[in-house]
């Protein structure tokens, strides 16, 4: 059973340009989490996404940031105009339905802004 | 604004001694509790949770949960170098929707 799948791992975009990371849940996980971690900081959390569905998105910053997480394939954390602030971790998570449930992390995809 | 808070550390013990992480949570109606290991430039691992007042033990980890008190603590039992990492702690809120971290405790083991 594969584990949640991020890609790309690590990626490079230059101030103005758009980053796309993508998650794939683990298999039977219909819950997905994105959490962003600054350099030398914690875990900060910023959307929860059932499929076609947003849940919560409070931690969302309001301009640039958008998520899906559509009926087929998986779920997009979409960056516009990037930033040197947006230089971060990115760690997808999912969880199985059930409220409460633990969530699992993916190995994360480590965006820099040069 | 649900809160978790975690002291930052280093927290520094010898190896072999027990090492204590504590940490507590504002929002009252919170039911399950987690603690996650992260090594540097590596994704939360998840060691333990707990949701029941009390103790909960798995080999060298003890999770501790105090409700009344609004806390939860992890102690790592014969600290070893290879436990040297960030611990964080992670609280779901009462809809069972979010997971909220602390900041996270940096342990260092001396060998």
């Known amino acids: 059973n594969a584990g949640v799948m991020q890609n790309p791992r690590h990626l490079v975009r230059r101030r103005g340009q758009e980053a796309r990371l993508r998650c794939s849940p683990m298999?039977?996980?219909?819950?997905v989490y994105w959490y962003r971690q600054l350099p030398e900081e914690g875990l900060k959390f910023m959307v929860y996404?059932?499929?076609?569905?947003?849940?919560?998105e409070s931690g969302m910053p309001k301009e640039r940031f958008s998520a899906e997480f559509p009926k087929e394939g998986p779920s997009i954390l979409r960056i516009q105009q990037v930033v040197r602030g947006d230089s971060a971790a990115y760690f997808c998570?999912?969880?199985?339905?059930?409220?409460?449930?633990?969530?699992?992390f993916g190995e994360g995809s480590w965006l820099t802004v040069v | 604004q649900k809160e978790v808070e975690q002291n930052s550390g280093p927290l520094s013990v010898p190896e072999g001694a027990i090492a204590s992480l504590n940490c507590t949570y504002s929002d009252r109606g919170s039911q399950s509790f987690f603690w996650y290991r992260q090594y540097s430039g590596k994704s939360p691992e998840l060691i333990m949770f707990i949701y029941s007042n009390g103790d909960k033990e798995d080999g060298r980890f003890t999770a501790q949960l105090n409700k009344a008190s609004q806390y939860v603590s992890l102690l790592i039992r014969d600290s070893q170098p290879s436990d040297s990492a960030t611990y964080l702690c992670a609280v779901v809120d009462n809809a069972g929707n979010m997971l909220t971290f602390g900041g996270g405790t940096r342990l260092m083991v001396k060998p």
């Open positions: 998570a999912s969880s199985p339905p059930a409220a409460g449930n633990t969530i699992y």
């Open positions: 996404l059932q499929k076609e569905n947003i849940i919560d």
């Open positions: 298999k039977g996980h219909s819950h």
